[in-house]
Antibody, heavy 120, light 113 residues
Framework: QVQLVESGGGVVQPGKSLRLSCGAS????????VHWVRQAPGKGLEWVTF????????HYKDSVKGRFTISRDNSKKAVYLQMSSLRPEDTAVYFC?????????????WGQGAFVTVSS | DIGMTQSPDSLAASLGERATISCKSS????????????LAWYQQKPGQSPKLLIY???TRESGVPDRFSGSGSGTDFTLTISSLQAEDVAIYYC?????????FGGGTKLEIK
């Protein structure tokens, strides 16, 4: 079955960097787009970024543009979220999620999430 | 950005009752290219990741019980649970996938009365 497993979360100081990874299994990874969506403690869902099946198209939420970078390695069935200049307001659970199709914005499967805490 | 507004923020209903959640978008989510509305509904149970329930505003995802239904078009959408079950306690989110940035409604917390 479709599985997405996030890793790399943790506690980081403001202004520092962190890289999240998302490993996929149970489907042909190179055929599907991937999103990152976050959820601050006790809050709702907030879409962060998207990468198409081949990495040629990327979209970002305005507040993370220039600070976050999404990338993928289809040979490793993995997607990465490089986060830099982190702010306390970036504190959240970060979900890796599959897009339904090569360039689809529809999210159909979600990972369990990785906690990121930005605090001094 | 397309704004998504859900109501109510919370809802309590009795087992077997009908529950209805509203979602309004700040612009039309209908595309004439495929005659579909780019609107999805997700269910998030406590301590879990979200689960896709409905897409194209009214298409039920495989495996989702038929007591869940979606309706509406353009800017006004509704998620209906026809006969509330205990396992339906969750937060429900609508989301537009019409364009980037994707945006979610604020969520509706559904509880049993």
């Amino acid at each position: 079955q479709v599985q997405l497993v996030e890793s790399g979360g943790g506690v980081v100081q403001p202004g520092k960097s962190l890289r999240l990874s998302c490993g996929a299994s149970g489907f042909i990874f190179s055929d599907y787009a991937v999103h990152w969506v976050r959820q601050a403690p006790g809050k709702g869902l907030e879409w962060v970024t998207f990468i198409s099946y081949d990495g040629s198209t990327k979209h970002y939420k305005d507040s993370v543009k220039g600070r976050f970078t999404i990338s993928r390695d289809n040979s490793k069935k993995a997607v990465y979220l490089q986060m830099s200049s982190l702010r306390p307001e970036d504190t959240a659970v970060y979900f890796c999620a599959r897009g339904r199709g090569s360039g689809s914005f529809l999210i159909d499967y979600w990972g369990q999430g990785a906690f990121v805490t930005v605090s001094s | 950005d397309i704004g998504m507004t859900q109501s109510p923020d919370s809802l309590a209903a009795s087992l077997g009752e009908r529950a209805t959640i509203s979602c309004k978008s700040s612009q039309s989510l209908f595309s004439s290219s495929n005659n579909q509305d780019f609107l999805a509904w997700y269910q998030q149970k406590p301590g879990q990741s979200p689960k896709l329930l409905i897409y194209w505003a009214s298409t039920r995802e495989s495996g989702v019980p038929d007591r869940f239904s979606g309706s509406g078009s353009g800017t006004d959408f509704t998620l209906t649970i026809s006969s509330l079950q205990a396992e339906d306690v969750a937060i429900y989110y609508c989301q537009q996938y019409f364009n980037s940035p994707l945006t979610f409604g604020g969520g509706t917390k559904l509880e049993i009365k």
